[in-house]
């Protein structure tokens, strides 16, 4: 059922990425010297790495950057480079970026078996290159439950900070949000603050004021150039282990080139020497673990990967923080803006905002994945009557479709720390085919409570004075609003004729992510509090996969800290605290 889903979504993708097709570049001649090409790689008998990192995303730079410092780092990321790349760098391509399905597009879509659409980063830099850019910190309870170094913690977020954070130039839409926050009670203001405190906030940006985007990857120009070399398209199928010892420890890894030809890089061998770290993000690294034979036995043998260490938790746990979303009209077009203002409640729901991403004509083109207007055209259609035809019919009629259809903003909630859980499994044994990952949104009864707490929020925020002057009404009714937000809606989540009249069911039917899923190698199950795979030797993960709970209101500070927390921590491990950088 899920594999007809996914051949019928990607069908309709591609139909609708012929007119607007990749806007990526690709490939082009990278900013920095240390970044080449995959097939650059040669395998010289005895040239070895002190750490090779498998991902150069959100976490991969900041730690392949520090460990440089006093190491020779290897850092293998599958996409290409992000410079150059208008979709990436420019804010008012967000929704363009996501909607690039072109095999170098730095947006990977893939769909959870619960029928939600969802995208992996590929490409260096990873989801800072695709994210929508809103930068907060994880609270000081969620430092302390992951047992981290307070002081190295508060070190490594400046770190990252001074390097490519903003404060927003705020747009009317997200000052709108602000007022109506405070009018509908998630008070006190906290003004412009990385911390995570309840009440409403404006949180950082990655977003220059220009809108240009800064990226992880710009944190690569913090490393030491003589000791760090980065590869591009640089697909890691494996990692290899010596078997012949006490436990298995890893030595190498094997990746394939942007030409499809195979290559082994190889650690750095001797007393305290170095580790394979995946940083390949939440659906990445669980599987690259699963690939190179660590997981529950049975799955690995049903498709032939030889069992180098069985354990049941690898892949478990997946939880993304379920988003539902509300469509406001607008009267005049409104001026674009991605998450700025934030709103965190006592209840464990956050309501943040986006605003103008349909209206521009470069954009009515285009197919906006869940930020669109007009969507509801293709969503309307009961999935059993979805076809090539209807798709086309649909792409055809978005042509026609008056502008003002295309303006307005959406106010969306999300919930923190969701109880249901689900699960990661390979398909098959390419890399380059993501893992079948199920999420079960909402099967915990306390989610679904707190997306209700959310909408009914966000129904008080839209009764304010602050919205209404922009939508241009006195007010809408709820109900009309729920009904324009179910049409807006893209899943392949089957509607219900009740969808507005239970706030439960409108939760349900109108799911979507807010990308912050995370999982899949919890600390105590798969990695020990120093990131090393349990059982193993010479191999850790750090990234978003560790993460029992998604930090913050939105992750990125707390996954760029972490690889910068953990690359600090691995250099004092080795050199003592006075020689670490
Ligand atoms: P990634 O950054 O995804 O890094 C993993 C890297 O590994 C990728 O570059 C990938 O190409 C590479 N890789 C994977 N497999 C392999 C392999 N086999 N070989 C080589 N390389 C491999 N967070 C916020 O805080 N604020 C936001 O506003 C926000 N908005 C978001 C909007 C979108 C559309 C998305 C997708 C995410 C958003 N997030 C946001 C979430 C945040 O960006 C992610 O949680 C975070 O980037 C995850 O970091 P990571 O290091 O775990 O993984």
């Known amino acids: 059922m899920a594999s007809i889903k996914q051949g019928l979504f990607l069908m309709i993708l591609l139909l609708l990425s012929i007119f607007r097709s990749s806007q990526g570049k690709g490939f082009t001649k990278p900013r920095y010297p240390y970044i080449k090409k995959a097939s650059s790689f040669s395998s010289v ?12 995303g959100t976490a991969g730079c900041p730690l392949a950057a520090t460990l440089s410092h006093k190491f020779k780092v290897l850092l293998l990321e599958r996409g290409g480079s992000p410079y150059g790349n208008r979709n990436i760098s420019r804010l008012q391509n967000f929704h363009i970026s996501l909607a690039d399905t072109s095999p170098s597009s730095p947006s990977q879509a893939f769909i959870s078996t619960d029928g939600v659409i969802n995208a992996r980063a590929r490409v260096l830099g990873g989801g800072t290159c695709i994210n929508a850019g809103f930068y907060t910190r994880a609270s000081p ?43 509908a009670g998630v008070s006190p203001f906290n003004g412009y603050t990385f911390d995570h405190i309840y009440g409403t906030k404006v949180g950082g940006t990655i977003f220059d004021r220009r809108g240009f985007r800064h990226t992880a990857a710009d944190l690569l120009a913090a490393g030491n150039p003589n000791n760090l070399r980065v590869l591009l398209r640089a697909s890691v199928q ?25 290559h082994q890089a190889v650690l750095e061998e001797g007393a305290g020497g170095g580790d394979v770290i995946l940083s390949a993000g939440a659906i990445g690294s669980p599987q690259l673990l699963l690939l190179s034979g660590i997981g529950p036995k049975h799955d690995l043998e049903k498709l032939r990967i030889p069992v180098v260490l069985h354990n049941q938790h690898v892949g478990k746990g997946m939880s993304d923080n379920p988003m539902n979303s509300i469509f406001i009209p607008t009267k005049k077009p409104v001026r674009q803006s991605l998450i700025q203002t934030v709103g965190i409640t006592k209840m ?4 943040e905002a986006s605003s ?12 906006h994945g869940i930020l669109s207007a007009e969507i509801g055209q293709l969503s309307a259609i009961p999935p059993a009557q979805r076809s090539l035809e209807a798709a086309q019919k649909y792409a055809r009629n978005k042509q026609n479709l008056p502008r003002e259809a295309f303006r307005g903003g959406f106010i969306l909630e999300k919930i923190d720390g969701p109880l249901s859980t689900g699960e990661l499994s390979l398909l098959n044994t390419d890399v380059d ?11 915990h009864p306390y989610d679904l409570k707190r997306c209700v707490h959310g909408i009914r929020t966000i129904e008080k925020i839209v009764r304010t004075k602050h919205i209404a002057k922009l939508s241009g009404a006195d007010e809408y009714p709820m109900e009309v609003l729920l009904n324009m937000s179910v049409k807006a809606n893209l899943n392949l989540v089957p509607k219900h004729t009740n969808d507005t009249a239970s706030i439960q069911q409108f939760c349900r039917d109108t799911v979507i992510t807010i990308w912050h899923y995370h999982g899949g190698c919890h600390v105590g199950k798969v990695v020990d509090n120093d990131y090393r795979v349990m059982g193993v030797a010479g191999l850790r993960v750090i990234d978003g996969s560790t993460f029992v709970n998604s930090p913050g209101t939105n992750p990125q500070a707390t996954v760029m800290m972490m690889g910068r927390y953990m690359g600090v921590k691995i250099l004092r ?9």
Do not use: M
């Open 356 to 367: 103008g991403f349909s209206q521009s004509s470069d954009s009515i083109q285009c197919h």
């Open 141 to 183: 309870s969620y430092v302390n439950a992951a047992s981290w170094d307070g002081q190295l913690v508060n070190e490594s977020y400046p770190w990252v900070e001074k390097r490519i954070v903003y404060w927003p130039n705020v747009a009317p839409w997200q000052a709108a949000l602000r007022d109506g926050l405070l009018e």
């Open 45 to 56: 008998p005895g040239e070895a790495y002190d750490y090779i990192i498998v991902g150069g």
């Open 348 to 351: 464990g729901t956050f309501i």
């Open 573 to 581: 491990e080795r050199l003592g605290r006075a020689a670490a950088v």
């Open 238 to 262: 494996k990692i290899v282990f010596d078997t012949q010892g006490r436990r298995p420890k890893a030595v190498a890894v094997q990746f394939k080139d942007e030409n499809g030809r195979q």
């Open 433 to 443: 085919c993501s893992p079948a990952v199920t999420f079960n949104y909402f099967s």
